[in-house]
């Protein structure tokens, strides 16, 4: 079982930054992707970055230039350092976790997990 912990939202004007953190406890082998997600009011929730095991990344195409997410393997912790924010960008914040949780041979065991969601709320 992996528990994730997030921190990092709040309340910003237009213009500024803010930097997301998901925490990951637990027991497994590895943490194969992590990531984030949001969900605006009334919208489904929908991808925003991820990065892989190797470090590569993907973002939505409207946060592409604006965010950057890394992680840190020793704490296993993601980031998602937003900039630019936007009133568009209001929304609840999931992080997204897919690890493994044993292997067989050459099989390997996976599992996913969602945090509890941070809110980011970007007014003027």
């Known amino acids: 079982q992996v528990q994730l912990v997030e921190s990092g939202g709040g309340d910003v004007h237009p213009g500024e930054s803010l930097t997301l953190a998901c925490a990951a406890s637990?027991?497994?082998?590895?943490?194969?992707?992590m990531g984030w997600y949001r969900q605006a009011p009334g919208k489904q929730r929908e991808l925003v970055a991820i990065?892989?095991?190797?470090?590569?990344?993907n973002y939505d195409y409207f946060v592409k230039d604006r965010f950057i997410i890394s992680r840190d393997d020793a704490k296993n912790t993601v980031y998602l350092q937003m900039n630019s924010l936007t009133p568009e960008d209001t929304a609840a914040y999931y992080c997204?976790?897919?690890?493994?949780?044993?292997?067989?041979?050459?099989?390997?065991?996976?599992?996913?997990?969602w945090g509890q969601g941070t809110m980011v709320t970007v007014s003027s």
């Open positions: 990065i892989r095991s190797d470090g590569s990344t």
């Open positions: 637990g027991s497994f082998v590895g943490i194969n992707v």
């Open positions: 997204y976790v897919e690890y493994t949780t044993g292997t067989k041979g050459w099989t390997r065991y996976k599992a996913d997990r």
